[in-house]
């Protein structure tokens, strides 16, 4: 599908950031975080040019701060990417997302395990698609999209999660992780019973 786009790299930069916007809440997520010291990691099968593109524009640029771990674009044999049909994706890695993001993940866990005296931070991890289903076993707990097939994914699989619909929620049940407020524990449980009622009430309609 992507080698059907012959439009210049900068160009297809500048369309999205004019036409894609952002779920309003994650600029006050990531602000948030700034203040709190929290880490926020960008794992995407997406492309991370592109990425770091919209979340400058969207967010400003204290955005340049957030990691991206993605795909990379690089020049066609012969061309550069600023010409037509002059770019080409290069993949992270050999799965078939072109980023299996559980592989990313994995190196953060070990380093803690091989560390038993080292405070292990608690790993949070949002996701709505299929590409994150590797990812969701390799966190303490995922904040999964509201109707998506993620959250049957959990469901099925006993992996801890919470339902999201947009990251205000996200902010609050982080701050009150953080604060100690609630545990991971009473957050996935709380989740598991919202999910399966939103369920029910599916159920019921029909």
Known sequence: ???????????????????I????????????SRMNKVPVIVLSSGMTPIIRSLLVHLVGPEANDIEIVSNEVEDKPGKTKDQEDGWQLKFHDDSGFGHDKSLTIRPYAKHFAARPNEPRPTML?????VSDLSAA?????LFAKKGHDLVVYCEREGIPFTVFEDWQSILATTKDILEGKKSIKSVAMEGAEKAQEERQNIETTK
């Open 21 to 32: 916007t952002l779920d309003p809440y994650f600029k006050d997520f990531y602000q948030w």
């Open 137 to 141: 076993r390799e966190t303490d707990l």
């Open 125 to 129: 991890y949002a996701g709505d698609g």
């Open 1 to 19: 599908m992507m080698e059907s786009v012959k439009t210049p790299f900068p160009d297809c930069i500048r369309l999205l950031c004019e036409n």
